[in-house]
């Protein structure tokens, strides 16, 4: 069986979130191996780092404590 990845097993590759990248200006990634490039480029040398992914917010919980129920009359 596979081991799970921290976020999930299906994470597409991007420089934004490679571990031989640094972030630079604006959208422009400084990666050690094909020098400056956009965050969401990729290449072969891609290697994830997951303290460098921002995962998405979750949703808020609707609160359903104001709604009534219709009652048989």
Do not use: W
Request: contains cysteine; aromatic residues 8%; proline residues 7%.
């Amino acid at each position: 069986m596979a081991k799970k990845k921290l976020f999930g097993n299906n994470i597409k590759p991007s420089c934004k979130y490679c571990e031989l990248g640094i972030a630079g200006e604006g959208d422009k990634i400084h990666c050690s191996k094909m020098g400056d490039v956009k965050a969401y480029d990729s290449c072969k040398k891609f290697v994830y780092s997951p303290l460098k992914r921002i995962p998405k917010k979750e949703l808020q919980p609707v609160s359903y404590t104001h709604l009534t129920l219709p009652t048989k009359a």
